[in-house]
């Protein structure tokens, strides 16, 4: 199998390819290595993947559709894994147009050239973002999620409506993962993790917003990769239980679905930020801030429809993926921890 995997230099994309091309895949990546955050590790990153063989990369902005008009043209993909978009909550109040350009245009061309080459499945990234001012407990697929906090959370939303649009219009099967604060080595630098780390092992400060009092559902790298992969081959079909007087959001008479991939056990933000000290073997400076514009006090994910389709069974503790975060950290920047 060929899979094409935008975003192929960043976070997920690299742990993806490079899962594939361990098992066999052939992958096609694509990613035009922007600066959002030191395009250095990206590169780095990039440079795990081209040392396969089976690994092919084009560097370019999915924006151009001339470009990717010319990869599909070029190879015959079994499924497509689109992960490139711009990311972070904050940044959107910042550069609005940087994620009108990245998730909605750029997701636009994806759809066109999956459609026009009959792809068999086209899976794409959404975010736990999309629930918004939610506050039911855990965030469930079957729950409406039409009041985002965030431009970010808008472009995902959206994204998640016109791919359903597609797989209505021309049968793509169209599948969405609403991905739940995804940590471990190799990760974003933007990321509260990254950054706390970083921060506390300089002994300078970290913020803290909302006082501490926030929950996340901090999901492991290798979990979430287990739960894409796993999909690959599973499209969507039909649900001809659909009930159009009683619509359930996740799913459709047309190939389409959503799926919460999560670790499904919020973390109290403080206990996280003690698992980092644990790790460093040193105390945290914190400054303690307000609620920022933008953020959810607390994620939470339900993910009975992905275990139940394909047996999706996070395995990582939070002790564990800190632990090999702040190994690869130390490995990675040359730092020693004691």
Not at 140 to 162: G, Q
Not at 219 to 246: F, M
Request: charge should be negative.
């Amino acid at each position: 199998m060929k899979i094409l995997v935008t975003g192929a230099a960043g976070f997920i994309g690299y742990h993806l390819a490079a899962n594939l091309l361990q098992n066999g895949y052939s992958v096609v990546g694509v990613d035009n290595l922007n600066n959002y955050y030191d395009v250095g590790l990206k590169e780095d990153r990039l440079n795990g993947l081209t040392a396969y063989s089976e690994y092919t990369h084009y560097t370019f902005d999915l924006c151009d559709q001339a470009a990717l008009d010319h990869v599909f043209a070029s190879h015959e993909f079994s499924a497509v894994v689109h992960l490139a978009a711009q990311a972070g909550v904050r940044y959107s109040m910042v550069n609005p147009m940087a994620y009108i350009d990245s998730n909605i245009t750029a997701f636009t061309h994806m759809l066109e050239c999956s459609r026009k080459n009959n792809l068999a499945h086209f899976i794409y990234a959404s975010s736990s973002s999309v629930y918004g001012a939610n506050v039911k407990m855990p965030f469930s697929v079957h729950d409406a999620v039409d009041h985002p906090v965030s431009l970010y959370a808008a472009t995902k939303k959206a994204n998640e409506l016109m791919a359903h649009t597609y797989s209505h219009l021309y049968g793509l099967p169209t599948t969405g993962l609403r991905f739940f604060t995804v940590y471990g080595p190799w990760g974003r630098p933007d990321m509260a993790y990254f950054s706390f780390t970083k921060a506390i092992s300089e002994g300078k400060p970290i913020q803290v917003f909302n006082e501490g009092q926030m929950m996340r559902d901090f999901t492991y790298i290798d979990d979430i990769v287990q739960g894409i992969v796993r999909l690959l081959g599973r499209p969507p079909v039909s649900n001809e239980d659909w009930d159009r007087a009683h619509p359930d959001p996740s799913t459709s008479y047309a190939p389409y679905k959503i799926y919460n991939i999560g670790n499904n056990q919020p973390v109290p933000l403080m206990k996280f930020i003690h698992t980092i000290e644990e790790c460093l073997g040193k105390k945290a400076i914190i400054e303690y801030m307000p609620m920022q514009p933008g953020d959810v006090q607390a994620t939470f994910a339900d993910i009975n429809e992905i275990t139940k389709e394909v047996g999706f069974s996070p395995q990582t503790s939070i002790e564990d993926g800190i632990k090999a975060f702040v190994h690869w950290y130390s490995f990675y920047y040359k730092k020693v921890f004691v």
